[in-house]
C-alpha cells in the first residue's frame, strides 16, 4: 500500500507540473489557435536565469520574480516576432518553424551565458528531506507544494477567464478575433498578453520541475514539453480544468505503470495514451466538440 | 622583340609569379610536425569530457615540443574536432580526421557512443588509436576479453569490466539483495550487466533487481519503489553525476535510506553540486593515483603542469591542496594517451602505424599520471586493471567535500 501511495503521490505532483505546461500551451491557444513549441526553452532559460540571480547573492524569492520578469518578457518577443508574422498569410504554419526556432535559439544563448553543464538548483521552500507524515505515510513537502501550487495557478487563471472582463474577453477573442475587432476590444493587447501568460507559466513549471530534479542544463524542458502536450491534448486542447485531469491522469498512470510493470513502459504509456485518445475522443476528455456553422 | 613576344613574355611573368605564390614556401613544411587529432564533446551539455582531453592534449604536446619534440620533428594537434557526443557527428568528423593522411595517431572520442560509431572504421584505418574516457569493453577487445584485442586500439580509461569487478567485490561481500540502477545507454546497460553476474560470481545467494532510466529523467520514483520493493539492502547506480543527484534527491524525498553506491559518475562535480548536503555517504569507484595521499611523481608532475596552465578550475575543483578524482579520467588519461603515444614512437624512430603499435605494445611499467605504471602487450591493450581503482566515500563539511579511500 506504501508503495502504491508513494507512485500515487509522485504521479499527482509530477502530473500537476504537466499541467501547468499544457496549461501554458493551451493560452496561446486560446488567442492564436498556435502552441510554442520553445514552450521548454523558457522552462529552461527561467530556471537558469534563476540559479544565475541567486548566485549573484540575490534572495531566491526576488531571484524568482526577475527571472519571471525576463520570461514574461520573452513572451511579448515571441509574440512579436515568431507568431504575429507568420500568422500574416493565411493557413501559414510558419509559426511551428519560428518558435521551435526560438526555443533552439535560447538554447544556444544559454549554453553561451550559463555554460552547457548542469548546474545545481537550489531549494526554494523546502529540500527534499522536508516531509510531513499524513496516515503513516512519508509525504514530501516537496512533491506537496509543486503540487499546490500548480493546482492554485490553475484554479487562478480558471477564475480569471470565468469572472473578470479580461478574461471574458480573451475567451471572446478565442471564438471569434475578428469580431471581438468590430466590438472595440484590444484584440492585439490581449494576444499579447496570452503569449506573457503563457511564458509566465512556462517559467513557474520550469521552477518546480528543477527543484524536484536538482539541477538545469540547457536541453532541459524538451521532454517536459512533450508530456505537456500530451496532457493538453487527453485533457481537452484548450481546456485549463482538462489540462489538470489530463496532466495529473498522466502522471499517475505512467508512475503505477512504472512502478509496477516497467519502468521502462513509462514513457511509452504516455504516448500510447496521446494515440489512444486522438483515435477514441479527439476533442479530448473535457474540451467541447466544434461546432462549424454551415 | 615584337609585341605580340614581349606580351606572352608579360604572361609568362604574371603566371611564374601566380603558381609560385600558390607554392609553399618549403615543400616539406607540412610534413615536419608530427600530427595528432581527435573529435570529442568539446561544447554541449557533456563538453567536460571533450574539453578535458584537449586540455590534457594540450599539455602533453606542449611539454614535448619543449624537450624538441618526436625524432627532431614538433608535436602538432592537428584536428580537434567538435561531436557534442553524438555518434553521427562523431562518425562525420572522424572521416574528415582519417582523409587527413599526415595524422600519425588518434584518441579516441569522449563516451562509449560516439567511440563505438567509429571504432570499426578506426579499426580498419589502422592508426594507432588511444581510448582516454570510453568504456564499454568491444571498443577494446570486440569479441570479448578472452579473444584478441583490435590490434590498433588501446585504452586508458575505467573499463566497464574492472570497474564491474571492483564493485561487486566490495557489494557481494556486504549484501545479499543488490538493486542496480543504470541509464539506458550501451554505457549503462552493460556496465549493470557486468556488475550484476560479477555480483553472481562472488556470491550465487545474492538476488539483483535491474531498473533502467533515461538520461535526464526528472523523477525515479518508479525506479526506486522497483528496488524497494524486491527489499534491496543496497542501490549500485551506473550512470552520469547528474542522473545521480535526481536519484539522490529522490531516494530522500521517498525516504529510503539505504547505502548508495556508484560508478565514476558518483564524484564528478555535477553530482556533488546537484545533490548537496545529501552526496554524504555515497561510494563510488574511480582511479586510484589522484586520491592517494601521496600520489605517484607522475600524477605530481602532471598536477603542477595542469595548475601552473589552468589554474584551479572546473576540471580542477575549489580545493587548491587536491584535485578532483575526476580529473584523472577527464584529463589525466588524455595527457597519459598523448605521452604513450609519442614515447612509442620515439622508441620505434617512426611514425609508421605498425611500428608505433609495435613499440606499444612493447610498453612496460610506463609511469603514468591517471595510473600509476602501463603495461602493455599483443593480447593486453587495456592498461587499467582492478588494483588501479578504489572505492570512495564522500564526506562534506559546509562547502568543502572529502574523499576517503575506504577499499583499496
Known amino acids: ?294 | 622583340m615584337t609585341r605580340h613576344g614581349i606580351r606572352l613574355l608579360k604572361f609568362g611573368v604574371l603566371a611564374g609569379t601566380a603558381l609560385a605564390a600558390m607554392m609553399p614556401a618549403h615543400p616539406t613544411a607540412a610534413q615536419e610536425t608530427v600530427k595528432l587529432g581527435f573529435t570529442a564533446a568539446l561544447t554541449g551539455p557533456f563538453n567536460e569530457f571533450g574539453e578535458g582531453i584537449r586540455r590534457g592534449v594540450e599539455i602533453a604536446i606542449e611539454e614535448w615540443n619543449k624537450k624538441g619534440g618526436v625524432n627532431g620533428k614538433k608535436v602538432e594537434l592537428a584536428e580537434a574536432l567538435d561531436d557534442q557526443l553524438v555518434p553521427d557527428r562523431a562518425v562525420q568528423n572522424m572521416r574528415r580526421i582519417l582523409d587527413n593522411e599526415q595524422i600519425a595517431a588518434l584518441i579516441a572520442p569522449s563516451g562509449s557512443g560516439p567511440t563505438l560509431a567509429v571504432i570499426d572504421m578506426l579499426e580498419a584505418d589502422g592508426r594507432p588509436v588511444c581510448n582516454t574516457q570510453a568504456q564499454t569493453p568491444t571498443i577494446v577487445y570486440p569479441k570479448g576479453p578472452e579473444s584478441p584485442p583490435r590490434q590498433n586500439i588501446f585504452s586508458l580509461s575505467i573499463d566497464n569490466t574492472v570497474e564491474a569487478e571492483k564493485l561487486a567485490g566490495v557489494l557481494a561481500s556486504q549484501y545479499k539483495k543488490v538493486g542496480l540502477l543504470h541509464e539506458s545507454t550501451g554505457y549503462g546497460v552493460t556496465g549493470a550487466e557486468l556488475i550484476g553476474k560479477a555480483i553472481k560470481a562472488a556470491n550465487q545467494e545474492a538476488t539483483i533487481t535491474s531498473e533502467a532510466y533515461n538520461q535526464r529523467a526528472q523523477d525515479m520514483t518508479a525506479q526506486l519503489t522497483r528496488a524497494q520493493r524486491a527489499g534491496a539492502e543496497v542501490l549500485m547506480v551506473v550512470g552520469l553525476g547528474a542522473d545521480l543527484a535526481v536519484i539522490r534527491k529522490n531516494m530522500a524525498r521517498l525516504n529510503i535510506n539505504i547505502p548508495l553506491y556508484a560508478t565514476a559518475g558518483g564524484i564528478t562535480p555535477p553530482y556533488m553540486e546537484g545533490a548537496g548536503n545529501l552526496v554524504k555517504g555515497t561510494r563510488a569507484a574511480s582511479t586510484k593515483s589522484f586520491g592517494l595521499d601521496e600520489p605517484p611523481a607522475a600524477t605530481k608532475t602532471f598536477l603542477e603542469l595542469y595548475k601552473a596552465k589552468h589554474g584551479f578550475d572546473r576540471w580542477w575543483g575549489n580545493d587548491p591542496e587536491r584535485p578532483q578524482i575526476s580529473m584523472a579520467t577527464t584529463v589525466g588519461t588524455a595527457y597519459d594517451c598523448v605521452n604513450l603515444l609519442l614515447n612509442a614512437m620515439v622508441k620505434a624512430n617512426s611514425t609508421k602505424p605498425k611500428d608505433i603499435i609495435k613499440a606499444l605494445e612493447e610498453t612496460k611499467d610506463f609511469p603514468a599520471a591517471s595510473i600509476r605504471a602501463i603495461s602493455f602487450s599483443p593480447e593486453k591493450h587495456r592498461a587499467l586493471t582492478v588494483d588501479d581503482l578504489a572505492v570512495y566515500e564522500i564526506d562534506k563539511q559546509g562547502d568543502k567535500v572529502k574523499l576517503t579511500i575506504v577499499q583499496e
Not at chain 1, 74 to 103: D, H, Q, Y
Request: hydrophobic share 60%.
Open chain 1, 1 to 294: 500500500m506504501t508503495t502504491f501511495l508513494s507512485l500515487v503521490l509522485a504521479g499527482v505532483s509530477v502530473g500537476a507540473v504537466y499541467a501547468l505546461v499544457a496549461l501554458g500551451l493551451n493560452v496561446t491557444f486560446w488567442t492564436t489557435k498556435t502552441l510554442n513549441f520553445g514552450h521548454g526553452s523558457l522552462m529552461m532559460f527561467c530556471a537558469m536565469l534563476m540559479v544565475y540571480f541567486a548566485s549573484q547573492g540575490l534572495v531566491l524569492a526576488l531571484a524568482a520574480v526577475l527571472s519571471l520578469l525576463v520570461i514574461a518578457a520573452f513572451g511579448i518577443f515571441i509574440e512579436r516576432f515568431t507568431v504575429r508574422p507568420a500568422l500574416k498569410t493565411n493557413n501559414s504554419m510558419g509559426w511551428v518553424v519560428s518558435t521551435l526556432g526560438f526555443g533552439i535559439v535560447l538554447q544556444g544563448v544559454a549554453a553561451k551565458l550559463f555554460g552547457s553543464q548542469a548546474v545545481a538548483f537550489p531549494s526554494i521552500l523546502f529540500d527534499s528531506e522536508d516531509f510531513v507524515t499524513i496516515f503513516g505515510l512519508h509525504v514530501s513537502l516537496q512533491y506537496l507544494v509543486v503540487l499546490g501550487l500548480s493546482v492554485f495557478l490553475v484554479v487562478v487563471l480558471e477564475a480569471f477567464l470565468r469572472l473578470t472582463r479580461w478574461g471574458q474577453a480573451v475567451r471572446a477573442v478565442s471564438h471569434d478575433p475578428e469580431l471581438g475587432r468590430v466590438n472595440g476590444m484590444p484584440v492585439n493587447a490581449i494576444i499579447v498578453g496570452s503569449f506573457v501568460l503563457s511564458a509566465l507559466l512556462g517559467g513557474a513549471a520550469g521552477l518546480l520541475v528543477s527543484q524536484i530534479g536538482g539541477t538545469v542544463d540547457p536541453a532541459f524542458g524538451f521532454n517536459l514539453v512533450l508530456f505537456g502536450f500530451v496532457a493538453a491534448v487527453v485533457g481537452g486542447m484548450g481546456s485549463s480544468v482538462g489540462a489538470l485531469v489530463g496532466g495529473i491522469a498522466l502522471g499517475v498512470l505512467s508512475k503505477l505503470i512504472g512502478g509496477y510493470v516497467a519502468s521502462a513502459a513509462e514513457q511509452p504509456v504516455a504516448f500510447a495514451i496521446l494515440m489512444l485518445m486522438l483515435a477514441l475522443r479527439p476533442n479530448g476528455l473535457l474540451a467541447q466538440a466544434e461546432a462549424t456553422k454551415a
